[in-house]
């Protein structure tokens, strides 16, 4: 059974890079462009993986996670942010988010998170973005 990723950013760029590469990894992308967006997504199908952004214009990143982990601590959370959250010294676990992507970030750096955290191991297809950075100009 294929795995379900819901991806949410408010970046047209970003969710069409993240869908790109989570498709190559053989899992299933929902896209959200808002966090409300993200919750009726969430609250219709089950997940295995949410990759959000940070910053959003409606709801953060940080306060959606907490809206998914009340509802299931299980489902694994990527956040990602313009800003390395390491050197803030926010310790995002406490929100139920279990990795962290700082951007521009790097395709084989998010697989390589995705992969950890689905704990899988598949032969997907190259991706043609392999190694390159991705850089979204606001």
Do not use: H, W
Not at 62 to 69: F, T
Not at 76 to 104: C, H
Request: aromatic share 6%.
């Amino acid at each position: 059974m294929k795995k379900n990723v819901l991806i949410v950013d408010d970046e047209q760029d970003i969710l069409e890079v993240m869908t790109e590469m989570i498709r190559s990894l053989g899992l299933v992308p929902y896209c959200a462009s808002k966090a409300d967006e993200a919750i009726d997504e969430f609250n219709s199908r089950k997940f295995d993986l949410v990759i959000t952004d940070l910053i959003m214009p409606d709801m953060s990143g940080i306060e959606l996670a907490k809206s998914i982990s009340r509802k299931r601590k299980s489902t694994p959370i990527i956040i990602t942010a313009g800003v390395d959250l390491k050197e803030t010294g926010l310790d995002i676990s406490r929100y139920g988010i279990n990795d962290f992507v700082k951007k521009p970030f790097k395709i084989d750096e998010v697989e390589a998170k995705i992969k950890a955290l689905l704990k899988f191991k598949s032969t997907s297809k190259a991706s043609a973005k392999r190694g390159k950075t991705v850089r979204v100009v606001t």
